[in-house]
Nanobody
């Protein structure tokens, strides 16, 4: 059974950092592309970042480029999203997702027939 579980969210002041984790079970994560998405209140869900299993290629939304870093730890079957220099506009529920394909061809759109985690709340506020 494919399952993704996000963790690491919380309340942080502007300029602070958080590291989100996306732990996978039921499949070997390093064979597949994993994306991070977020949804703020009253807004549509948007793609934040994606990491491909092909050469580890990474992709970022313009709004987070230079501040966020996606990575994977194959030994832990986990993908991370390191978020630095956080801004109030980064406040959202963050989700990881995959459709068990090797590339991020679906990113920044939602993966078709994708598997999603339950989300983790990130709040950036003073």
């Amino acid at each position: 059974q494919v399952q993704l579980v996000e963790s690491g969210g919380g309340l942080v002041q502007p300029g602070g950092s958080l590291r989100l984790s996306c732990a996978a079970s039921g499949f070997t994560l390093d064979y597949y592309a994993i994306g991070w998405f977020r949804q703020a209140p009253g807004k549509e869900r948007e793609g934040v970042s994606c990491i491909s299993s092909i050469n580890g290629n990474t992709y970022y939304a313009d709004s987070v480029k230079g501040r966020f870093t996606i990575s994977r730890d194959n030994a832990k079957n986990t993908v991370y999203l390191q978020m630095n220099s956080l801004k109030p506009e980064d406040t959202a529920v963050y989700y990881c997702a995959t459709d068990l394909s090797v590339s991020c061809s679906w990113y920044p759109l939602d993966p078709l027939e994708g598997y999603w985690g339950q989300g983790t709340q990130v709040t950036v506020s003073s």
